[in-house]
């Protein structure tokens, strides 16, 4: 599902990016441009619909596990317990809610030393594709991060 979105005289491809919460990348890929510098006021470009959050909850079902909702969700068990401020011993109760990634969503867990450039670069990733889903990011050891997965050719 796309819109369309006229490019103004003062627009860039991130500032784009950022107004409607998508990577970069994205717009490039499918609006099938090479580079950023092609954009020109009165262009018009295909902006896809995209996520207002990273995460939905999931309400627990009989039988789920950490390692099961794991599986399904891209992620793993210590990044839902992360994210849901568990003990990775937590049983899990039918009914409850858990917070999980949305489809297309990868996450990463900061280390000492990150820095957004080097979390880009070892997700191939632009730097401001990381600010769309993380507007409070302090890059403490620990942090989550998400971003929207691209799919390269």
Known sequence: MFERYEVGPNDTLESVARRFQIPVAEILRINQLENSYG????QVIKIPKMMESAFENYQIQPGDTLFSLAQKYNTTPEMLTIL????????????????????????????????????????DLNPSDILIYNDRIYLLPDQVVAYRKIERK
């Not at 954009?39 to 009165?42: D, H, K, T, V």
């Not at 990634?101 to 280390?111: A, H, N, R, S």
């Open 39 to 42: 954009l020109a006021p009165g």
């Open 84 to 123: 849901n401020g568990m003990e990775p011993s937590a049983y899990l109760y039918a009914g409850e809610n858990l917070l999980v990634p949305k489809e297309g969503i990868d996450l990463y867990l900061t280390e000492y030393g990150d820095s957004i450039q080097k979390i880009a670069s070892l997700n």
